[in-house]
């Protein structure tokens, strides 16, 4: 079957036969193009998953591990929808996992010893570091991961972590409310909060992932031992582990419970004290107060503590403990399970004397020479000996990953504060331009001054052979008929620039006192427009299928206001202008005041009218998607900036009228005083409407998401 990449536009073929894995929701094929990636294909593919998918995929988690080919979340890089006809999502794009078992092949003894020998306690205590790390990286984006459990969780002969089956993790829209719930999980993972309960009728959060986060961990640590599993002392059936978790009975906890440890678990004093009062933490105190239950960041810095405190065995250098303890546990422990070294050394692998069942009389074997492999083996070693783990750091903060490409970003994420001041710094910037530029020009207009008309023209010749330039040098020669494009969006960025440069200058010299105080309150007006953009970001998830409900109300709310703005703006400028060139000839002043006047009131009647109207549309299943995706710009960005940003204006435009007329009466002078906060909310809506279209198609087109 032939699929098309709904980002990239690229089409790619899916041969039904190749397989690499088979589940109950869809089938996982190679990509034939790019063996880094691999396409799943639902068996049954619905609207909600492809609503669900695009969420996801417009706000992926940053990657908590910059390690080059590495993905620690195995998050969709883009959607899969059929070609012709009606185009439905069927399936997404991930990156391929390689050279991965899952976690549990790690921490049971029996596999271990067989499959990863030399994979020793430092390496556990790095694999549930970074498994914390990855969980953080989703609890901080405000994913719930929901079905915890050993399968979904791959892992390295480095201790590099990967999460799979993203997709059934529970996604929240930021922007409607609406919660794409994960309606499976595992009861021995489960916190008994939610022990017994449905989970298609319930919303999680994040402690509920932290109870599975401490149930992996503590097998990673102790043996594959459960921390609920133990001999019950009471009379009849032992309870199940459920029942168990349920009470909150921890065997090795502080509490007296009719429970002790299972004889062959580890015991608990052998880990970090750090780490036994933080599961102390979780399975006792969480039991009563889920909130109290340790963080995926808790946990990275306590294991990491952990992992630092641990030293060499002398007898055995695979026999890592911590520093804390006066002599090796695993020698005891390998004594106690009869020559089954659960951390086993070189020479007992190379020699196969590990995979021995278990240790009879026999005479002691001399000693023999180490055995030197070839270097080709030591590349590649046959018995699966691991790398080792020096060749990659685990940062301390997370990474970001690109959008559009698997490598990670090279700076971090810009905090929302920070992002507050830069975009109310840049709309202090571009307030001020833009109202000099129309002061100006209107002054220029008024005054017959030259001088500002004159530096529009310069503005557009320069304008127009920069951006030939541009499109020239920065195009491959297949697109240099865009270079044209780069002519036009010159000839408009020169005539804006030398328009608001000379209509300062020109206000400075001749002391017009009008043009500095636009200059001023465009610089409030672009500050507080900053502000708006930077706080409000846009549904970047695109609906596919039929929208309606809340969803689709907020959708043609936005829509609405565009659309209307631009009907209400089209519609009362045409009407002046058709009067002006209809007999009714005005100075040119008076027509150009009246132009203005009607086009803003015509503006706010438009977007306030389309925002309702919209919305009631949008609510009962007629709202489009949005024209572009993720983080867009260019031609794509300036149409999304423009819908968004007039939707953005209505809004704030609507109130800050409404309460500047009601606060201060005289600025509505010729209006009834109980019509004027309606007169004042209908003209902030046309400015803030206009204002918000032209400023975000430029914001848009420029990327500033």
Same mark, same amino acid.
């Given at each position: 079957?032939?699929?098309?990449?709904?980002?990239?536009?690229? #089409?790619?073929?899916?041969? &039904?036969?190749?397989?690499?894995?088979?589940?109950?929701?869809?089938?996982?094929?190679?990509?034939?193009?790019?063996?880094?990636?691999?396409?799943?294909?639902?068996?049954?593919?619905?609207?909600?998953?492809?609503?669900?998918?695009?969420?996801?995929?417009?706000?992926?988690?940053?990657?908590?591990?910059?390690?080059?080919?590495?993905?620690?979340?195995?998050?969709?890089?883009?959607?899969?929808?059929?070609?012709? $006809?009606?185009?439905?999502?069927?399936?997404?794009?991930?990156?391929?996992?390689?050279?991965?078992?899952?976690?549990?092949?790690?921490?049971?003894?029996?596999?271990?010893?067989?499959?990863?020998?030399?994979?020793?306690?430092?390496?556990?205590?790095?694999?549930?570091?970074?498994?914390?790390?990855?969980?953080?990286?989703?609890?901080?984006?405000?994913?719930?991961?929901?079905?915890?459990?050993?399968?979904?969780?791959?892992?390295?002969?480095?201790?590099?972590?990967?999460?799979?089956?993203?997709?059934?993790? =529970?996604?929240?829209?930021?922007?409607?409310?609406?919660?794409?719930?994960?309606?499976?999980?595992?009861?021995?993972?489960?916190?008994?909060?939610?022990?017994?309960?449905?989970?298609?009728?319930?919303?999680?959060?994040?402690?509920?992932?932290?109870?599975?986060?401490?149930?992996?961990?503590? =097998?990673?640590?102790?043996?594959?031992?459960?921390?609920?599993?133990?001999?019950?002392?009471?009379?009849?059936?032992?309870?199940?582990?459920?029942?168990?978790?349920?009470?909150?009975?921890?065997?090795?906890?502080?509490?007296?419970?009719?429970?002790?440890?299972?004889?062959? !678990?580890?015991?608990?004093?052998?880990?970090?004290?750090?780490?036994?009062?933080?599961?102390?933490?979780?399975?006792?105190?969480?039991?009563?107060?889920? !909130?109290?239950?340790?963080?995926?960041?808790?946990?990275?810095?306590?294991?990491?503590?952990?992992?630092?405190?641990?030293?060499?065995?002398?007898?055995?250098? =695979?026999?890592?403990?911590?520093?804390?303890?006066?002599?090796?546990?695993?020698?005891?422990?390998?004594?106690?399970?009869?020559?089954?070294?659960?951390?086993? &050394?070189? $020479?007992?692998?190379?020699?196969?004397?590990?995979?021995?069942?278990?240790?009879?009389?026999?005479?002691?074997?001399?000693?023999?020479?180490?055995?030197?492999?070839?270097?080709?083996?030591?590349?590649?070693?046959?018995?699966? #000996?691991?790398?080792?783990?020096? =060749?990659?750091?685990?940062?301390?903060?997370?990474?970001?990953?690109?959008?559009?490409?698997?490598?990670?970003?090279?700076?971090?994420?810009?905090?929302?504060?920070?992002?507050?001041?830069?975009?109310?710094?840049?709309?202090?910037?571009?307030?001020?331009?833009?109202?000099?530029?129309?002061?100006?020009?209107?002054?220029?207009?008024?005054?017959?001054?030259?001088?500002?008309?004159?530096?529009?023209?310069?503005? @557009?010749?320069?304008? &127009?052979?920069?951006?030939?330039?541009?499109?020239?040098?920065?195009? &491959?020669?297949?697109?240099?008929?865009?270079?044209?494009?780069?002519?036009?969006?010159?000839?408009?960025?020169?005539?804006?620039?030398?328009?608001?440069?000379?209509?300062?200058?020109?206000?400075?010299?001749?002391?017009?006192?009008?043009?500095?105080?636009?200059?001023?309150?465009?610089?409030?007006?672009?500050?507080?427009?900053?502000?708006?953009?930077?706080?409000?970001?846009?549904?970047?998830?695109?609906?596919?299928?039929?929208?309606?409900?809340?969803?689709?109300?907020?959708? $043609?709310?936005?829509?609405?206001?565009?659309?209307?703005?631009?009907?209400?703006?089209? #519609?009362?400028?045409?009407?002046?202008?058709?009067?002006?060139?209809?007999?009714?000839?005005?100075?040119?002043?008076?027509?150009?005041?009246?132009? #203005?006047?009607?086009?803003?009131?015509?503006?706010?009647?438009?977007?306030?009218?389309?925002?309702?109207?919209?919305?009631?549309?949008?609510?009962?299943?007629?709202?489009?998607?949005?024209?572009? @995706?993720?983080?867009?710009?260019?031609?794509?960005?300036?149409?999304?900036?423009?819908?968004?940003?007039?939707?953005?204006?209505?809004?704030?435009?609507?109130?800050?009228?409404?309460?500047? @007329?009601?606060?201060?009466?005289?600025?509505?002078?010729?209006?009834?005083?109980?019509?004027?906060?309606?007169?004042?909310?209908?003209?902030? @809506?046309?400015?803030?409407?206009?204002?918000?279209?032209?400023?975000?198609?430029?914001?848009?087109?420029?990327?500033?998401?």
């Amino acid at each position: 079957m032939q699929l098309q990449r709904q980002f990239s536009g690229q #089409l790619i073929a899916i041969d &039904s036969n190749s397989a690499i894995a088979s589940g109950g929701e869809g089938r996982i094929y190679p990509i034939a193009q790019d063996s880094s990636l691999v396409a799943k294909i639902y068996h049954r593919p619905t609207d909600e998953d492809g609503d669900k998918l695009t969420v996801m995929f417009s706000m992926p988690p940053d990657a908590p591990i910059a390690e080059p080919g590495h993905a620690s979340i195995a998050w969709p890089i883009d959607l899969l929808h059929t070609v012709g $006809g009606r185009e439905k999502i069927v399936g997404f794009v991930m990156p391929r996992v390689k050279q991965a078992l899952p976690v549990h092949t790690f921490y049971t003894p029996k596999t271990r010893r067989e499959q990863k020998p030399l994979f020793n306690y430092l390496y556990l205590h790095r694999t549930a570091r970074n498994l914390a790390s990855a969980v953080n990286a989703l609890h901080v984006r405000g994913y719930v991961i929901g079905d915890v459990n050993e399968s979904n969780i791959l892992v390295t002969d480095t201790a590099l972590v990967t999460l799979v089956d993203t997709d059934s993790f =529970q996604v929240r829209d930021p922007y409607t409310g609406y919660v794409y719930r994960c309606p499976v999980g595992k009861p021995e993972f489960t916190p008994p909060e939610l022990q017994g309960q449905t989970f298609r009728d319930i919303d999680r959060a994040p402690e509920h992932d932290l109870f599975g986060l401490a149930v992996l961990i503590f =097998q990673l640590l102790m043996e594959g031992t459960h921390p609920f599993s133990g001999v019950y002392l009471g009379s009849g059936e032992p309870p199940s582990l459920e029942a168990r978790i349920r009470s909150g009975h921890f065997p090795t906890g502080t509490k007296r419970i009719p429970y002790r440890p299972m004889p062959a !678990a580890p015991n608990l004093e052998m880990l970090h004290p750090r780490l036994r009062q933080m599961f102390v933490r979780c399975f006792e105190e969480g039991h009563g107060n889920p !909130a109290a239950r340790p963080d995926a960041k808790t946990w990275v810095n306590a294991i990491r503590e952990a992992e630092d405190a641990l030293v060499t065995c002398s007898k055995n250098t =695979q026999h890592k403990y911590g520093s804390h303890l006066s002599r090796c546990p695993w020698c005891d422990r390998a004594k106690l399970l009869k020559g089954r070294d659960p951390f086993p &050394s070189r $020479g007992a692998v190379s020699s196969g004397l590990h995979l021995q069942p278990a240790k009879t009389k026999r005479k002691k074997p001399l000693p023999q020479p180490p055995v030197r492999e070839p270097a080709a083996r030591r590349q590649q070693p046959a018995t699966g #000996l691991p790398r080792p783990l020096g =060749q990659y750091a685990v940062p301390l903060l997370p990474m970001p990953m690109s959008s559009r490409s698997r490598t990670p970003a090279p700076r971090a994420p810009v905090g929302k504060f920070e992002r507050l001041v830069q975009d109310a710094a840049w709309g202090g910037v571009w307030g001020s331009l833009c109202l000099a530029a129309a002061a100006g020009v209107v002054s220029a207009i008024a005054e017959g001054g030259g001088a500002v008309l004159g530096a529009i023209f310069v503005g @557009s010749i320069w304008g &127009s052979f920069f951006g030939m330039m541009w499109g020239v040098f920065t195009l &491959s020669p297949n697109q240099i008929w865009r270079k044209w494009g780069g002519v036009f969006v010159g000839a408009a960025w020169g005539a804006f620039l030398l328009a608001a440069i000379a209509g300062a200058v020109s206000g400075a010299i001749n002391g017009n006192r009008a043009i500095g105080e636009a200059i001023l309150s465009g610089a409030g007006v672009g500050i507080v427009w900053g502000c708006i953009w930077a706080s409000f970001r846009p549904p970047l998830a695109m609906p596919v299928g039929r929208v309606w409900g809340r969803r689709g109300g907020y959708l $043609g709310a936005v829509w609405g206001a565009f659309l209307g703005t631009v009907a209400g703006v089209c #519609l009362g400028a045409g009407l002046v202008v058709w009067q002006q060139y209809n007999g009714q000839m005005r100075p040119v002043n008076e027509f150009a005041g009246l132009l #203005l006047g009607v086009a803003i009131v015509a503006a706010g009647v438009g977007a306030l009218g389309g925002l309702v109207s919209g919305g009631f549309l949008g609510f009962c299943g007629f709202s489009p998607k949005l024209p572009a @995706s993720f983080q867009p710009s260019g031609m794509k960005g300036g149409a999304l900036g423009a819908i968004w940003g007039s939707f953005l204006g209505t809004f704030a435009g609507a109130v800050l009228g409404a309460g500047v @007329s009601a606060m201060f009466p005289a600025v509505s002078a010729g209006v009834p005083v109980e019509l004027g906060p309606v007169a004042g909310a209908i003209v902030g @809506s046309g400015l803030g409407a206009i204002w918000g279209a032209v400023s975000g198609t430029v914001w848009g087109a420029l990327g500033k998401w």
